[in-house]
T-cell receptor, first 112, second 116 residues
Framework: GQQLNQSPQSMFIQEGEDVSMNCTSSSIFNTWLWYKQDPGEGPVLLIALYKAGELTSNGRLTAQFGITRKDSFLNISASIPSDVGIYFCAGRTNTNAGKSTFGDGTTLTVKP | EAQVTQNPRYLITVTGKKLTVTCSQNMNHEYMSWYRQDPGLGLRQIYYSMNVEVTDKGDVPEGYKVSRKEKRNFPLILESPSPNQTSLYFC???????????????FGPGTRLTVL
């Protein structure tokens, strides 16, 4: 099936620093999604992107849908301790409704 | 409270002993799905359901069965569990099967399964 390559695998940063992570795919997606998973819980949707080139913000988070439709990035500005968790990208296509492909996740650690 | 519930939350079992993990949502969602999460592999989709009596395979369906007899419930069945099915399992649901609300998947709290 389709695969998403997410990088970096993990990040250790100081509180207040900005963070950037990205996802790439060998095939096109029509929708890109970014989720966050807190320890011991299920993922929660952060941002959904629907058009190539789209740039969307949610508070300190900003995500972009790549022009080629094969990539997406997520930025977190001025990180805080509660940003700790695993961030997943996910992609969906219009031709295969129902299927979701997830990246392997980026584990973020924020040092106070 | 609107939520997706899974039971049990933790289960240790032995190879070959049939088990069922239940999933229930109280939001009248059409779409439901099962994922497994393994270290370094992210979430992989096992099965999904677009509506009652409509189910389809995800990327890793081998060794699993599902059913969708009622809108609110989507149980995951392991007929003969094996150690390679040791994993963290998540159920999810979303309001629609198309359109933007389709992407707003709500995840349950997870079920940690260990097969000895």
């Amino acid at each position: 099936g389709q695969q998403l390559n997410q990088s970096p695998q993990s990040m250790f940063i100081q509180e207040g620093e900005d963070v950037s992570m990205n996802c790439t795919s060998s095939s096109i997606f029509n929708t890109w999604l970014w989720y966050k998973q807190d320890p011991g819980e299920g993922p929660v949707l952060l941002i959904a992107l629907y058009k190539a080139g789209e740039l969307t913000s949610n508070g300190r988070l900003t995500a972009q849908f790549g022009i080629t439709r094969k990539d997406s990035f997520l930025n977190i500005s001025a990180s805080i301790p509660s940003d700790v968790g695993i961030y997943f990208c996910a992609g969906r296509t219009n031709t295969n409704a129902g299927k979701s492909t997830f990246g392997d996740g980026t584990t973020l650690t924020v040092k106070p | 409270e609107a939520q997706v519930t899974q039971n049990p939350r933790y289960l240790i079992t032995v190879t070959g002993k049939k088990l069922t993990v239940t999933c229930s949502q109280n939001m009248n969602h059409e779409y439901m799905s099962w994922y497994r999460q393994d270290p370094g592999l992210g979430l992989r989709q096992i099965y999904y359901s677009m509506n009652v009596e409509v189910t389809d395979k995800g990327d890793v369906p081998e060794g699993y069965k599902v059913s969708r007899k009622e809108k609110r419930n989507f149980p995951l069945i392991l007929e003969s569990p094996s150690p390679n099915q040791t994993s963290l399992y998540f159920c999810a649901s979303s309001p629609r099967t198309s359109g933007r609300s389709y992407n707003e998947q709500f995840f349950g709290p997870g079920t940690r399964l260990t097969v000895l």
